[in-house]
């Protein structure tokens, strides 16, 4: 071949390469992905043309790499990627802008393999436009508003959220990745418990959702504090929500949580009605033993309250009244990510004189100065006013910060309230008392899902606990003030982390500080007593969860260190290993072994009879350790407990049967915090208490109707070396407690009856005769018998209630209902102990049970 021909070959080739590489080719050199912002500027250049849009409404949009080799085929394909609008005004000028709905289509994927997801629900959220993906975990959408909120669920992954701008169509389409959910490896195991709303778990723990919640005999209304006395193992020895005996342990170790907050009073007209609102409480878990480590306190049992915390779409509420208190409540929407809480209760007591009022007030101010006066012997010639009131107000803010974090704030007051005077009409002697018992907290958490697995939960409280009262004797010649206040603060970390779908690991830290102050003082004769004390506690835990893939056995094992010191008294080391464990032996049969040691360093010391009325005689003291005994002061040392339990649950189809023994020591109680009234009222002698149970429940539940039968077996003993003899009933050991009844629910009507049994607690008698006076003594004293050697009556009561609801509109919902309670009107005694009169003759003193009490309620909700 010629060489000038071979040149020019090679200069044609050299001129293609160079136009290859030159106009269009020159595109073709950016990467995969690219800016759209940048991808047109260039081609400007390339073509000499000019595009006009807005820069925010590009800016963000990233191509993949345009085929084509003309302007138009370019063009056509950006507009698949990112359906803009393109329209050509000249053969120079273009504009670019965004359409108002989009076409979108995805592949689901799960992020742990990428498998496919089919069934996986895909909603448009504010509208009614919704699919699903196929088998191959693809979905497509058609004309969705361009900023849209998609929502994408399925079983087992935490939900997506994406915008329709994210999802725009491509080929192939975008490719999401679905997170598993990892959740707490706690499993309910019983649906319907006694009634609908109750659950039981496999870790032994009852919970209560109350908006599910049916009926039980003598209730209207969701009480939480009233409904857990229907579970076995728990009841109030004195009829009252603010003491309550888990498996023979006193009221104040028990430790009561309302949104995380500790909660230092409970009820309301002293005892006889719950101070939570039920309609804002989501949901309750009641804890009798094998207490996982992030629990402090209550060494008898918890009993944990949680008001509701979703943000809803729409605003609801409520408002109801019956023959004691109005109330209402709401949750009120301010945006999608805030939203605002509130209930109100109060008496109407002071405005209405209702029956069930009578029955209350009788049963709360029996032998007080409000139901005998001062002087008993001469009721006659008294003038008695009293003014009796209380009231509750909770608040909540929901703030949704993200998907991954969420703020919420909350407050509760609770106030009773009540003035006496009584006026002695021969004499124009005035006597006037008034009591004051309130409890302000706050706090707030704020809940963090860092990644799939791992999550936490701040939390931070400040509970204000305050009993006031004031006596003004003989018109105001002698003035009694008594103060009792409780100050507590608290910050609390939880961690989580899932190591593996059976295996999650649960770490925390805890700080407490606690401080109350008792204060009394007396005009005549002169005394003033203030004691405080406060006490700061360091807590770490971490504990274990694991539940097998077959879900046979679920166990917790972990422990808790604990650094207290009572800034005057000590300071201490305590650990408190925790564990519970549930084995399914069959299908339908789960064996449960629970133990725990727990400690607290709060207790309520039982006042003498006239003190703050009569009414309320319980004060809170702090542990010290000390090793003397000062009236007003006692030695109170650091209550520990042990508790070990063994149980077995059968479940299947309509019935369920559980047996459950446990043992449970407690150690460092004091005679001033059991309440004893004899020979060891005021002595402050320290021991412990054993209690060995065995707890029965067998209930039969279909679509109508779910009737049980519960029986608990308690001997419960003190032991105390300064006493004699050594061991002895304890007061609140009731052998025996049985509980029959049973519920029916036809379409709108709830209907519950049931019959209460337990065998009467100890006390002590005086000695026969003579004897039972001791005139040696200053002041003369009673002689008594070995003490709580003598049983009060068994105890009998039947309850019954009815509810109806019904629609007044689409809109609004309403409910009716009727109680009575103690239909035979029969007459229990609750306590028995002795006094002397002003002649020193010893005078019987019984506190009775509620007699036939009825109660009538109508609630709306919307």
Not at 140 to 156: E, Q, V, Y
Not at 204 to 212: A, C, D, R, V, W
């Amino acid at each position: 071949m010629p060489k000038t021909r071979l040149n020019s070959i090679l200069l044609l080739y050299l001129i293609l390469l160079f136009a290859l590489f030159t106009g269009r080719a020159q595109v073709d050199t950016f990467p995969k992905n690219i800016s759209l912002v940048s991808y047109i500027r260039q081609l400007e250049k390339d073509f000499d043309v000019k595009f006009s849009y807005i820069d925010k409404d590009l800016q963000p949009i990233v191509v993949d790499t345009p085929k084509g080799s003309s302007l138009k085929d370019i063009l056509n394909d950006i507009q698949n990627q990112t359906q803009l609008i393109i329209r050509k005004l000249s053969e120079r000028y273009y504009t670019l802008s965004k359409s108002t709905t989009v076409d979108i289509c995805a592949f689901v994927l799960d992020n742990y393999s990428e498998n496919t997801t089919p069934g996986a629900t895909v909603e448009v959220l504010g509208s009614s436009i919704s699919t699903v993906t196929d088998m191959n975990g693809r979905f497509t959408l058609d004309n969705i508003p361009r900023k849209a909120s998609i929502r994408i669920k399925h079983i087992g992954y935490k939900p997506k959220y994406v915008t329709a701008e994210d999802l725009v169509s491509k080929n192939p389409c975008t490719t999401l990745l679905f997170s598993l959910n990892y959740q707490q490896l706690d499993e309910v195991v019983v649906y319907k418990f006694l009634t609908t709303g109750l659950t039981k778990k496999t870790d032994g723990s009852i919970t209560l959702n109350t908006e599910e919640f049916g009926i039980l005999p003598g209730l209207l209304e969701p009480d939480v504090l009233q409904t857990v006395q229907a579970l076995p193992g728990i009841k109030s020895i004195d009829e009252t929500v603010s003491d309550i005996n888990i498996r023979g342990g006193t009221n104040d170790q028990n430790l009561i949580l309302w949104d995380d907050i500790k909660m230092y009073q409970s009820g309301h007209f002293f005892g006889l009605i719950s101070a939570f609102n039920p309609y804002l409480t989501e949901h309750v878990t009641i804890i009798k033993d094998g207490t996982s480590a992030e629990y402090g306190d209550g060494v008898s049992g918890i009993i944990d309250m949680q008001s509701k915390n979703k943000i809803a779409g729409n605003f609801f509420g409520g408002a109801g009244i019956n023959m004691i208190s109005g109330d209402l409540f709401g949750q009120i929407p301010i945006s999608n990510k805030l939203a605002l809480q509130v209930s109100a209760r109060r008496s109407i007591t002071d405005l209405i004189n209702t029956p069930t009022y009578k029955q209350f007030s009788k049963r709360a101010f029996q032998d007080t100065e409000v139901e005998g006066g001062s002087n008993p012997n001469n009721n006659a010639d008294i003038n008695q006013d009293e003014i009796f009131y209380f009231y509750d107000f909770t608040a909540k803010v929901l703030y949704d910060i993200n998907e991954q974090h969420k703020a919420r704030f909350s407050f509760i007051n609770i106030n009773n309230n009540l003035d006496y005077t009584e006026t002695a009409l021969s004499s124009a002697r005035t006597d006037q008392s008034n009591l004051n018992q309130t409890n302000l907290s706050f706090g707030g958490n704020l809940e963090s899902e860092w990644t799939d697995r791992f999550s936490t939960k701040l939390t931070a409280y400040y509970s204000n606990y305050n009993l006031d009262s004031e006596n003004r004797i003989n018109n105001g010649q002698q003035i009694l003030d008594q103060r009792n206040e409780v100050i507590e603060t608290s910050i609390k970390l939880n961690t989580n982390y899932q190591l593996n779908p059976t295996l999650n690991w649960l770490n925390g830290y805890q700080f407490s500080e606690v401080g109350i102050t008792n204060f009394t003082d007396v005009t005549q004769p002169p005394y003033e007593s203030n004691i405080k004390g406060v006490i700061r506690t360091n807590s770490l835990y971490s504990e274990i969860s694991y539940a097998s893939p077959n879900k046979r056995l679920v166990a917790r094992g972990g422990g808790r260190l604990n650094y207290l010191v009572n800034v005057k008294y000590f300071n201490e080391f305590i650990v408190e290993p925790r564990l519970n464990l549930s084995y399914s032996l069959y299908s339908n049969l789960q064996l449960e072994v629970k133990g725990e040691f727990k400690n607290q360093t709060t207790n309520q010391i039982i006042d003498l009879e006239q003190n703050f009325l009569g009414i309320e005689k319980r004060r809170w003291m702090l542990s010290n350790n000390k090793n003397d005994t000062v009236p007003g002061n006692p030695n109170l040392p650091i209550v520990k407990s042990k508790q070990g339990s063994m149980g077995i649950n059968y479940d299947k189809g309509q019935w369920f049967v559980g047996l459950e023994g446990y043992y449970k020591e407690v150690n460092g109680i004091s005679t001033a915090t059991q309440g004893f009234q004899n020979q060891n009222q005021f002595n402050g002698e320290i021991g412990k208490y054993e209690v060995k149970g065995l707890e029965f429940l067998i209930n039969h539940k279909n679509n109508l109707f779910s009737t049980w039968l519960s029986y608990a077996y308690n001997l419960n003993n003190y032991t105390f070396g300064d006493i004699v003899p050594n061991v002895f009933p304890n007061n609140l050991d009731i052998t025996h407690t049985l509980t029959f009844a049973s519920t029916y629910t036809y379409e709108n009507l709830k209907i519950g009856i049931g019959i209460n049994y337990r065998t009467g607690k100890p006390f002590t008698k005086p000695q026969e005769g003579a004897d039972g006076i001791d005139f040696t003594t200053f002041p003369v004293s009673i002689n008594y018998q070995e003490p709580n050697s003598s049983r009060l009556p068994d105890y009998l009561r039947a309850d019954a209630s009815a509810i109806y609801d019904f629609n007044i509109s689409k809109r609004v919902k309403a409910t009716a209902g009727a109680s009575i309670l103690n239909i035979l009107n029969k007459e229990n005694i609750l306590n028995t102990y002795y006094r002397l009169n002003d002649q020193n003759e010893i005078v019987t003193i019984e506190s009775v049970s509620l007699g036939f009490t009825p109660n009538v309620s109508f609630r709306i909700s919307f």
